[in-house]
Nanobody
């Protein structure tokens, strides 16, 4: 089992940047594929980015491709989401997620473990 804690959210102006972090408990972090999802008010949770166990494979939603970068540091049990050129439509609660499988990496049902979320608000 793994526990996830996100941090780094906040209020930023359009065009600005934020880096989200997700710290995982346990000694088997490198055995988990990791993902970032987000949920805006009144909308379903949607996929943002995913990274494989070693970091060799990544996926991005079309809406964030070229602006967001997912990375991980297995020595620190942490996954990151660097968000640049932020837009008001990026406003949402951002969640990190973990699963031993990378098969359904872009889908919410592909993850067994979830953090509590961190709010990102982008003002225009």
């Amino acid at each position: 089992q793994v526990q996830l804690v996100e941090s780094g959210g906040g209020l930023v102006q359009a065009g600005g940047s934020l880096r989200l972090s997700c710290a995982a408990s346990g000694r088997t972090f490198s055995s988990y594929a990791m993902g970032w999802f987000r949920q805006a008010p009144g909308k379903e949770r949607e996929f943002v980015a995913a990274i494989s166990w070693s970091g060799g494979s990544t996926y991005y939603a079309d809406s964030v491709k070229g602006r967001f970068t997912i990375s991980r540091d297995n020595a620190k049990n942490t996954v990151y989401l660097q968000m640049n050129s932020l837009k008001p439509e990026d406003t949402a609660v951002y969640y990190c997620a973990a699963d031993r499988s990378f098969v359904e990496a872009t889908m919410t049902q592909g993850y067994d473990y979830w953090g509590q979320g961190t709010q990102v608000t982008v003002s225009s």
